[in-house]
């Protein structure tokens, strides 16, 4: 079946450090793949999403590669704020007629920014 | 405002109790989904609907049910059967034009 693997945490940085996350995908056919963000006791939130291989997402300063070859799409942000600490989900979804527009999410990587 | 509600936000049950979590969304999207969130841990599909009158099961239905009679609605019922029912619950939404998941804010459902 599909799957997201995401870099354990917790990642604890520095402000203003640089920041990755990894994220790998297994999948059936030709998915879309997003990093959601979730502050305490909030929903998800889309962070940025690719929709094709070798598109970018970005947003805020994060950006993330659709890599087919590797099935990668890590989240990098070259500086990083206290105010980026939150979980952080990559996930992916296929079409509706695939898997009934269900999304797979990682684990979720918790961030946290120190200042 | 366009968005996902979800109600109450805090919710404490007795053990034996039935509860009922709402999402309700104006939207206008066909799919609706619950997932389950424990602490640590990702997101795990309980039930989804994609037109009105019809879900399915996800990954953990066990414990838990469901109805979908209009398409802005979508409440989980969490019954007496669910062992283990403290956890964050979210719903979310999908539009047939969209690719991604639109999240309401959850629900914290406690058992005391």
């Known amino acids: 079946g599909d799957s997201v693997t995401q870099m354990e945490g917790p990642v604890t940085l520095s402000e203003e450090a640089f920041l990755t996350i990894n994220c790998t995908y297994t999948?059936?056919?030709?998915?879309?793949l997003f990093w959601y963000v979730q502050y305490p006791g909030e929903g998800l939130q889309l962070l940025l999403k690719?929709?094709?291989?070798?598109d970018k997402g970005s947003n805020k300063g994060f950006e993330a590669t659709y890599r087919k070859e590797t099935t990668s799409f890590h989240l990098e942000k070259g500086s990083v704020q206290v105010s980026d600490s939150a979980v952080y989900f990559c996930?992916?979804?296929?079409?509706?007629?695939?898997?009934?527009?269900?999304?797979?999410f990682g684990d979720g990587t918790t961030l946290t920014v120190k200042p | 405002d366009g968005g996902i509600t979800q109600s109450p936000k805090y919710l404490f049950r007795k053990e034996g109790q039935n509860v009922t979590l709402s999402c309700e969304q104006n939207?206008?999207?066909?799919?609706m989904y619950w997932y389950r969130q424990d602490p640590g841990q990702g997101l795990r599909l309980i039930y989804y609907?994609?037109?009105?009158?019809?879900?399915q099961k996800g990954d953990i239905a066990e414990g838990y049910s469901v109805s979908r009679e209009k398409k802005e609605s979508f409440p989980l019922t969490v019954t007496s059967a669910q062992k283990n029912p403290t956890a964050f619950y979210l719903c979310?939404?999908?539009?047939?034009?969209?690719?991604?998941?639109?999240f309401g804010q959850g629900t914290r459902l406690t058992v005391v």
């Open positions: 979310a939404t999908r539009g047939y034009m969209n690719t991604e998941a639109f």
């Open positions: 999948a059936t056919g030709y998915p879309s």
């Open positions: 690719a929709t094709k291989a070798d």
């Open positions: 996930a992916l979804s296929l079409t509706f007629r695939t898997n009934a527009g269900k999304s797979t």
């Open positions: 939207l206008n999207h066909d799919a």
């Open positions: 609907s994609q037109i009105v009158n019809d879900f």
